[in-house]
Each structure stands twice: as C-alpha cells, then as structure tokens.
C-alpha cells in the first residue's frame, strides 16, 4: 500500500482511494437503470478498488439493490458502462462474469447437499474432481461447517444456510463478490457475531466485496467504504468516519444517525470559521471551518446529540453563541446514556445525548427543567441541500 | 483467475440455432405457441368460415367460400343462411336460454354447497385437510361418464331413490326426477362440485384467522364477521371457481344427454346432432359461433382473474 | 360460533355423501346376480367374467390408455415450456394472446374444442393430404391441445412460488440457462410436472366429446364404448368397470399417501435435527 509524508514529516498510510496512482477494480461509469418510466438508478459513478469492503447503504427502493444485480448481470443498464478489473461487462452473461453473489434468500439449491450446493459452481467450470473435493473442504473449513457437508438445506438452521451462501459464493475465487442484505434473514444478536465473522473471512480470503444493506449500523461496522443512495442517485461516498462526522447533504446527514437540524443564514464567512443567525436555535452559531457559498445564504447547520451538551448552570464561557436555552420535555434513561428532548424557546426541539457517568446524582436533570444548552465550534457542520 | 476458457466456448447446438436467429429461449415459447396457433386459434377461424358456407351433399359436406370466378377474380361468398336458420328457428333460442339457466343455477348451487365445504376443509386441523381435499378430488380420477351413469341407476322411476323414499314412507307414489331439470342439475353440480371446491379452498386457506379475531374483538357478532372479512377476502375463489363451472356447463354435452329428457334442450346436444344426427356442418359450425359469443365475456374475465392471481403469487 | 360450525358439519358430511354414495351404489351393484340395477339378486362376479370377454371393451381400453400415456406425455412436455415461458419470461411479444390461448381451453366448452379441431384436420387433409383419415393420432393432437393448458397451469404456478433467485444463483455460479432448467428448475418443480402429467392422463382418459369428434371409425376410445352402452341402456358390465377404475385409483392414492407421509416423517425428523444443530 503506498505511503505518503506529511508536512510535519510523518509517515501515513494512503488508502487506496487516496492515491491517485491506484487503478479502481470496480468501475462504474455514468450507469442509469429505467423500468419502464421508473428510473431506479440514475446515472450513478463509482470506484471500488481492490481488497475493499464496500457497502451501498439505502432504504427500500434506493436502487442499491438494482445496482448490484447490474454487477452480477441479472439486470443489463439503460445506459453506462461497468469495468471489473478494466474488462468493460456490457456484452457478458451473468454466467460468464468473474462476480458472484449472495442472495438475500441465501437461494441455496433445495435438492443438493450443502457439499454439492458449494460444489456446483466448481463444476460448471469442469475443475477436475479431486480438486473439487479440496476446495469445498476448504471453504467448509473457512465458514465451519465441516461436519454439516452432507445435509440438505432444510436440515439446517438460518445461520448455518447462511453461512453455506457465503460459502458457495466464494469457493469460485471470485474478483467481486456481491452480498445482497446478507445478514437481513438472522436475529439481531447473531447478525452482530457474524459481522465480524465477515470482516474476518473478506480478510483472509482478500477478495473484494461489495454489500448492499439498509441497515446503518451494520454498514458502519463492517465497511471500508460507504456509498449512501438515495432515490437512484449516490448522496455521498466517504468512510463510515467521514460520513457520519461530515454528511455532505441533510439527507446523509438525517439517515445516518441521529441529528438536529437548525435553518439559519449565513452572516460571516472566514476561511477559519463561518458564523450563522438562526432563528430556531435561538442564537448565533460559530463553526470553526469556512464554506464556499456567499454571505445570506439559507443553510442549514447539522449537530449531532452526543455533541451537545446540557446544564442547570450557564456555561462557564458564554460568548451568546452555541448557547441557547430550553425545557426538558422527555427524558429516556438507557442505563450507559440518557436521551432528553429539550424544547428551545424559539419551539424547537432538539435531542440529546448524555453519558451517564455518576451513579444517580443527587439533583439529576428532570422533567420541565429549564436548561442551558450549549456545543464546540467544531460540532456543526454547515450544508446547503 | 478462474474463469476457465471452456466457459467463453459456444456450443455447436447454440451456433446452429442462433443461425436461424433463435435462442434456446425464443424456443422454448416458439413451440408451444405455434402448437396452440395451429390446434386452437386457427381451427376457430375455420369454424368461422364453414359457418357461412352451404351445406352441400360432398365431402366434406359444405360448399366453398371462395371461388375463383371467371377471369381470375376473387370472389367471396358468404352465406348467412345458417345464423338466420337459427334466429328463425325457436329450437335454438330455447335451447341456449336453457343451457344458460341451467349452467347459472348449477353454479349457484354448486357454490352453496361448495362453500360451506371447502370453509369446513379449511378450518378443520391440519393434518385433516389433506385427506379431506384428497376426497373431493379422488372422483374426479375416476370416469366422469361412469360417474354420471351412476345417477340413472338412482334417479329412475323404480331407481334407488324412490325405492329408498317410499320404504322410508315419505311418498307413495315414486318422483319424477329423472329426465328433469332437476337431474340435470344434480349431474352438474355432481360433476363439477371439485371445480368450485378447489379455489374456494386456496383462498379460504390463505386467510389469516387473526382478521376474524380482529373482527370479533371489534364486537362483530360470527355472522358478521363472515359478510364483512371471510365473504369478500373469498371472492377471488368464489369468481374463479363459478367461472369453472359456468362456462363449461353452458356447453355440456354428456349429462344432459344421458340425465336430460325431450323437454331439457341443451346447446351442446344440439351442436353435436347437427353434427352427427344431421350432419349439417354449417349449422353445427354457426351454433358453435354463437355459443362462443355469448361465452367470451365469461371467459375473458376468467382470463383476467388468472392473471391476477398469478400476479399476486409472485409478490 | 357454534351454530355455524355445526352447519358446516352438516355440509360437509352431506357433500361427502353425495360424492360418495353414488360410486359405493355403483360398486355395489356390480356385484349383482340380477341383470336389473334395482333389484338385487344374489352376489355374483359374472359381470366381471363378461367385462374380460367383451373384445370391443378391451381393445378400447387399450387404445385409451396408449392415447393417454402418449398425451400426457407430449402434454408435459409442452405445457412445461409453456407455463416456464409464462412465469420466466417477462414481457415477450404476442405474450396476451399466448396467455390467452393457454388458459381459454381450460373452460371452452368441448363440444367447441371437437368440432373446431376437427374441421381443422379435415381442411388440413384437403390441402396438404396430413392428416390422412382421422384416428389414433388425430386423437392425441387433440388432447394433448386442450391437456397442456392444464399443466402449463400447474407448472405456471409452481415456478412462480418458486424462488427466483435460485435460479439466479446457478447463473451466478456459471451454469447456462439450458443447464439451469435441466439440473435446478426441473428437479425443483417435479412434482408439479408429474401432477401434471397424472392430470393430462386422466383427462386424455375421460374425454368422450372431443374423442368423438376426431376419431375415425376404426378408432373408438373407451368413453365412447362406454357411451354407446349406456345409451343402449344400463348394464352392470359398466359397474365392473367403474369398480375396476375405482379400485386402480384408490390404490394408486392410497400408495402416494403413504409415501407422502413417509416424507413428512422426514422431513420432522430432518427439521428437528435443524433446530437442535443451531449453533
């Protein structure tokens, strides 16, 4: 991976998408998908490179899952074109293509062993036998379940069809492997076991994967990168990191996580820092990076809820911005935190989060209490669609 | 890295095929299609034709409809005459108001006691209801015509019926049922009573019972409850199973044939002894016609509730 | 709620018996010394001796059964493609009509279906000299015509409750789609294509009108001999019959239920086995 020095001279790594002399794996150039007149993807580019786990996060009817079926040549697109490894895929059947994929229904053969169900793939390449035998007990190895080869689909619990899914998809040695949803059939505690479990594998086999999901944390988790789509079109592409901390739209902003939202103006605009009116929080709000659009511009300005603070007490510094002043309204203990929805005197409500850090404090905050509110100047961020 | 080259191989097969500009795929609806065009679309085209020819003592028995007349032209003859023989002659009015009536009140008797059964199939226990369906449709794997030869040895005069009825004391003198509308109409429903049983069943068995608890915890009385959730949820199977019944029966042959006497005129009798009695293959061809007029709406509409149901499958 | 039941109860009890009685009656009476349906003369099995000596019978039964197994046969085959172009195939031109021509001769009246056909082969046989006279093989396109609208019907809906991306996966995984059919879809939905083939037989088996429309004089199926002798009036040779089929058939279910619920057994022990390996 390549390195690169910084001005105070240490040493980083570059992420491959960082790097300009990495070629991408996975090109995805200009595609739009129409059904009829419904438009489910819409001119959507993209790079994956290689080793990446990349996650396309959406709700239903985002396109992600249009996309995908793209990839592995179950849906051909309207227009646009897609690279795997600089091979361009438009003329080359799903059969044909160095994809594979996991179903959301794990669409495992009914009628065959969970060995032949893994073995079929190897078959319909005409890898002679023996080495067959090898690599199925291989992958077995791989997701553990050596001792189920020769059960049936039915005889087995989700978890283990699931993992029989994984396993099929990738004894092939595929370039790209696609997950559609493949945690989306298990209960919540062992989805969160066998995210790891699929971060662990994609490490140790070091082929590319590509997942679809609608479920944020489950993104976050295991990505490397995330591409967030909305209504065919891909709002932001970043690390979990970058887009939950700098969401580029009030959409990625809303979808990931949690977040207050105050509409204000713009009334100075440094390099080093931008200072917003707005109403609805009720006071000036000082950010500490400038934006590129010009004085008076409606905004809006993203603070995330463990990034506020509240107290009975002014804050010690009250310079009158990021501070403002409600009433307590809800209060939801969760035992490691606590959620209150603060109503602002200009009517808003907020929400936010608190760590719990005393055991039962002897005057803790409660219903109808008035409060100050207050935040950094490096809480918010500002956006303008 | 692993695709092996045999993959990018076509096969000789597929490069014969795609020659002629078909894929394995444009063939496998070709053959079919061209099967149903050659044996169901076209022979309703010559029956249309043959309708508007002559009878005529040949072989076969009609005249041509085209000729070429002298000097090379074209011509077209078309002979209304069968269709105004069967406006002026009562014999067919009768009959095809009749075939209606009956084919209607079969099924609505079919229904009554189709629906009761299959909503008692599709609340009994489970394991129940495999063999409870197994007996409605084990009758039909046995000979329809036998089935229906059955009823003559029990509907006769001195049958088992009325032997059964006056040993029971409940008449003196045996009934008349035999030969009757009435016969007819136990042959009817006798015959298509699965018809109606079965998608009644497929619909009353995918109802979720909560809706009815829903229902009463609402305060609807069972009465109710059944008109307002189980009745209209039903009516797909209740459209499709009538559909069964109705449009074959209005054309039935067998039954009233062999239960139906003089005075019970059926369309589908008539058509077959202007067939084979009279040997008029205009006449048989223009009853034929007009059967299926009166039949396309029923049957379109049963087209579109197939279609439908096979849509609501796939979701 | 109680009242109701039992009203279903008693619909219930008397459909079955209205379904029944009328073929236990029938067996019954085969056994019957006496010529006369009504009155019973003693046991006997004499009808059953004659039904084994009555050639006509026979051979129609042979010819029957040879129409039907060669139906059915053609029947699957056709019905299959065409209930797997139906619910696989999207949107493909002329894809109304071919729905409609699919389900429409599963209510068409047969009287319609017979002489339809019919004229068909007798202007066919004017123009091109195919087919030549009407018999065993005008029989079977026939039947196989109006037979594979039911087994597209059957395979129609089993692949559309099947689930799609099964077959998706075997395209993933490299198989071509000729490939998919014969070693994913076909295994999967064999048991819709053998209830289809069983139906196609039976009804190929049953069909009196459309069988006498396109036969031939040398070629009279059993229906029609059954026809002409009840015409005659009754005879207790058709009871034995009738018994004979009966017997067959329940034979026939008796052996599939009991396989059936073989299956079902395994298929608990199989989901037991399921639950307890939950790891």
Known sequence: MAQTTTQSGRKIKLEPWQDPKEQPYLRIEKVTKKFGDFTAVDDVSLSIYRGEFFSLLGGSGSGKTTLLRMLAGFETPTSGKIFIDGVDMSNIPPYERPVNMMFQSYALFPHMTVEQNIAFGLKQDRVPRDQIRVRVAEVLDLVQLGRFAKRRPHQLSGGQRQRVALARSLVKRPKLLLLDEPLGALDRRLREQTQFELVNIQEQVGITFVIVTHDQEEAMTMSSRIAVMNSGWIAQVGTPAQIYEYPATKFVAEFIGSVNMFAGRILEDEPDHVLIQSEEAGCDLYINHGVPVPLGTPVSVAVRPEKMSISREPPPVDSGRNVTRGTVREIAYLGNLSNYLIELDSGKMVRITQPNFNRLTEMPITWEDRVHVSWQPFAGVVLTQ | MSQPASSLKTSSSRRLLSRFGLSGRGLVVLVPYVWLLLFFLIPFAIVLKISFAEADIAIPPYTALLDWAEGGMLTVKLNFASFMFLLTDSLYAVAYLNSLKIAFVSTVLCLLLGYPMAYGIAKAPASWRGPLLMLIILPFWTSFLIRVYAWIGILKQEGLLNNFLIWLGVIDTPLNILYTDVSIYIGIVYSYLPFMILPLYATLEKLDDTLLEAAADLGARPVKAFLAVTLPLSMPGIVAGSLLVFIPAVGEFVIPSLLGGPNTLMIGAVLWNEFFSNRDWPVASAVAIALLLFLVVPIMLFQYFQEKQQEAAKQ | ?279
């Open chain 3, 1 to 279: 709620m109680m009242r109701r039941s039992g009203f279903v109860l008693t619909m219930l009890a008397f459909g079955y018996a209205f379904l029944y009685v009328p073929i236990i009656l029938l067996i019954i009476y085969s056994f019957n010394e006496s010529r006369l349906v009504t009155v019973w003369g003693g046991w006997s099995t004499k009808w059953y001796v004659g039904l084994l000596h009555n050639q006509q019978m026979l051979s129609a039964a042979w010819l029957s059964l040879r129409i039907a197994a060669l139906s059915a046969t053609i029947s699957v085959i056709l019905g299959t493609m065409a209930g797997m172009a139906m619910a696989r195939f999207g949107r493909f031109k002329g894809r109304t009509l071919f729905g409609g021509m699919i389900t429409a001769p599963l209510v068409m009246p047969e009287v319609i279906t017979g002489l339809s056909l019919l004229l068909l082969f007798v202007s066919l046989e004017q123009l091109i000299g195919w087919p030549e006279g009407r018999g065993m093989t005008t029989i079977t396109i026939a039947h196989v015509t109006f037979t594979m609208a039911f087994v597209a019907v059957i395979v129609q809906s089993r692949l559309v409750s099947l689930d799609e991306s099964i077959e998706e996966a075997a395209m993933d995984l490299g198989a071509r789609p000729a490939k998919i059919f014969f070693v994913i879809t076909l295994p999967i939905i064999s048991p819709a294509i053998v209830s289809g083939w069983l139906l196609a037989f039976t009804l190929s088996l049953d069909d009196l009108v459309i069988a006498s429309f396109v036969s031939g004089p040398a070629s009279t199926t059993l229906p029609m001999v059954i026809f002409s002798s009840v015409r005659l009036g009754v005879t207790p040779e058709i009871n034995a019959l009738a018994t004979i089929i009966v017997a067959i058939v329940t034979t026939g279910i008796i052996a599939a239920g009991v396989i059936m619920a073989r299956q079902e057994r395994i298929r608990r022990i199989d989901e037991q086995m399921a639950s307890a390996s939950n790891a």
